[in-house]
């Protein structure tokens, strides 16, 4: 089995250049929300931190927006950056063929489109999908993975981040019995480890969790703690002019 190199690291400048491959790491909500989105049937996510080329996008193309701004849902927008909205609305857009959907989100947006722009080989990781996306990475033969943590209004360390990222690094050891950790993926495996069990309780207490607790949003904590859920594995699969991420199920 080839050797393999993860790389952790947080923000959009701290990413490792040369890397095979990145995975945005966003647990709450980004990287929740788009991995949901996808899994019930959207096609294509398009993805901006910017409301206003969301907003403009969504009318262009006649399909739902997805946003929060401060954690809150903006009156314009049809859905929260919730999964839990996804799930309970998102396939009524669904089976009326309306695919497509547009997240407006800060940090993991914008993490999404400046590593999609250094390699396409770009991907949406969480909690809820950490085992799958493992194996699509080991498929892929990559020897080099940038994890890379999106943190808390992309300036700030975010604990719900460092743990998903541990649980995609948990994952893939079990399948790479010859793999290299820099010392924050090492700690995100270990924090891992001794908190898989109280997720829900550790979600709650950071600074995003109580956000969105304050705003009703219970379910997405839900949603996030339960790990493995999910087999969709989402990828970059193109850049628009403007700068939006396009991203779809691989």
Same mark, same amino acid.
């Given at each position: 089995m =080839?050797? &393999?190199?993860v @790389?952790?690291?947080?923000?959009?400048d701290g990413?490792?250049?040369?890397?095979?491959?990145?995975?945005?790491v966003?647990v709450?909500? @980004?990287s929740?929300?788009?991995?949901?989105? $996808?899994?019930i049937?959207?096609k294509?996510?398009? !993805?901006?931190?910017?409301l206003?080329? !969301?907003?403009a996008?969504s009318?262009?193309?006649?399909?739902p927006?997805?946003?929060?701004?401060?954690?809150?849902?903006?009156? &314009?927008? =049809?859905?929260?950056?919730?999964?839990?909205?996804?799930? +309970?609305?998102?396939?009524?857009?669904?089976?009326?063929?309306?695919?497509?959907?547009?997240?407006?989100?800060?940090?993991?947006?914008?993490l999404?489109?400046?590593? !999609?722009?250094i390699?396409v =080989?770009?991907?949406?990781?969480?909690?809820?999908?950490?085992s799958a996306?493992?194996?699509?990475? &080991? %498929?892929?033969?990559?020897?080099?993975? =940038?994890?890379?943590c999106?943190?808390?209004?992309?300036?700030? @360390?975010a604990? %719900?981040d460092?743990i998903?990222?541990?649980a995609?690094?948990?994952?893939? &050891?079990?399948l790479?019995?010859?793999?290299? $950790?820099n010392?924050e993926? $090492?700690?995100?495996?270990y924090?891992?480890k001794s908190?898989?069990?109280?997720?829900?309780?550790v979600?709650?207490?950071?600074?995003?969790?109580?956000?969105?607790?304050s705003t009703?949003?219970?379910?997405?904590?839900?949603?996030a703690?339960?790990v493995?859920? +999910?087999?969709?594995?989402?990828?970059?699969t193109?850049?628009s002019e403007?700068?939006?991420?396009?991203?779809?199920?691989?």
């Open positions: =080839n050797k &393999m190199h @790389f952790l690291s947080w923000f959009k990413v490792n250049p040369n890397a095979d491959a990145y995975v945005v966003d709450l909500r @980004f929740t929300t788009v991995i949901t989105a $996808l899994g049937g959207f294509r996510v398009y !993805a901006t931190p910017s206003d080329k !969301a907003l996008l009318r262009a193309r006649d399909i927006l997805a946003a929060e701004v401060e954690g809150i849902k903006p009156p &314009m927008a =049809n859905l929260d950056n919730s999964p839990f909205e996804i799930l +309970s609305i998102g396939g009524t857009y669904v089976g009326s063929g309306r695919k497509e959907l547009v997240i407006r989100s800060t940090a993991g947006a914008l999404t489109i400046t590593l !999609a722009k390699n =080989n770009t991907y949406i990781g969480s909690t809820i999908n950490a996306l493992a194996r699509k990475l &080991m %498929e892929k033969g990559y020897g080099t993975i =940038n994890i890379a999106a943190g808390y209004k992309a300036k700030e @360390f604990i %719900e460092l998903g990222a541990g995609i690094i948990h994952e893939i &050891m079990k790479c019995n010859d793999i290299t $950790l010392e993926g $090492l700690a995100a495996y924090l891992y908190v898989s069990n109280s997720l829900k309780e979600f709650s207490q950071s600074k995003s969790g109580k956000i969105v607790l009703g949003h219970d379910h997405d904590i839900e949603i703690s339960d493995n859920s +999910s087999i969709t594995v989402p990828k970059v193109g850049i403007d700068e939006i991420a396009i991203i779809e199920r691989i």
